[in-house]
């Protein structure tokens, strides 16, 4: 059974007012660990700006840290909040792929 219109935009708003947060799982500062994190900021600064959070892990200093989000390849980048937690892996180059798995609706221009 569909939600009410009212309920609906009630969700809709509080997912825009929501902070993103968001996690990049890098080793060092490689090429393409260096990449996906100025894409991120980038596409974030473009289509969150003001809402969200970027936490990078360096996975050399805290290797323990990869267990808890199952990482298995870098870079990753994890969708903390909103939930469902979501994924991506890889240096972040394709910005159209990048917000449809992150489900972020892109801002016209």
């Known amino acids: 059974m569909p939600k009410p219109l009212m309920q609906r935009q009630k969700i809709i708003t509080m997912e ?32 969150l700006k003001g809402k ?4 990078v892990i360096d996975l050399l200093m805290k290797p323990q840290l990869a267990e ?3 990482i298995f390849a870098i870079p990753t980048l994890v969708r903390k909040v909103p939930e469902p937690i979501r994924k991506i892996i890889g240096d972040l180059s394709n910005e159209g792929k990048v917000l449809v798995g992150l489900n972020i609706v892109p801002v016209s221009n």
């Not at 007012?17 to 974030?44: F, H, M, P």
């Not at 969200?52 to 936490?55: A, D």
């Open 52 to 55: 969200y959070k970027i936490e």
């Open 16 to 47: 825009n007012d929501q902070i993103w947060e968001l996690r990049l799982y890098v080793a060092g500062k490689t090429l393409k660990s260096v990449t996906a994190l100025n894409n991120l900021k980038k596409y974030c600064e473009t289509h």
């Open 68 to 70: 808890g989000d199952q």
